[in-house]
Nanobody
Framework: QVQLVESGGGLVQAGGSLRLSCAAT????????MAWYRQAPGKQRGWVTT???????EYSDFVKGRFTISRDSAKKTVYLQMNSLKPEDTAVYYC?????????WGQGTQVTVNT
């Protein structure tokens, strides 16, 4: 059974920082690409960033230079360090992976950035 559990969301002022975590359970993680997505109110879920098993990262243009994805294989956890947060970063953040052709999603964690 594969399960992803996010944590670390909350309320922050613009310009502040948060670190999200996504813990994976099951026979998964070390060989898997992990990704973060987000969904703002009234909008479709969109890709934010990805990290491969070898640590190669990619970022969407709207977070590049502000967000950093990392992973700890021993803890089977992927992190999203978010700095210089903006009100438009307000969304539910989800982690995702694909295992044997099946997408797995966490339950999401709310990030709210106030002006």
């Amino acid at each position: 059974q594969v399960q992803l559990v996010e944590s670390g969301g909350g309320l922050v002022q613009a310009g502040g920082s948060l670190r999200l975590s996504c813990a994976a359970t099951g026979n998964i993680f070390n060989n898997n690409v992990m990704a973060w997505y987000r969904q703002a109110p009234g909008k479709q879920r969109g890709w934010v960033t990805t990290i491969t098993s070898g640590g190669i990262t990619e970022y969407s243009d709207f977070v590049k230079g502000r967000f950093t994805i990392s992973r700890d294989s021993a803890k089977k956890t992927v992190y999203l360090q978010m700095n210089s947060l903006k009100p438009e970063d307000t969304a539910v953040y989800y982690c995702m992976t694909v295992f044997k052709g099946v997408q797995y999603w966490g339950q999401g964690t709310q990030v709210t950035v106030n002006t």
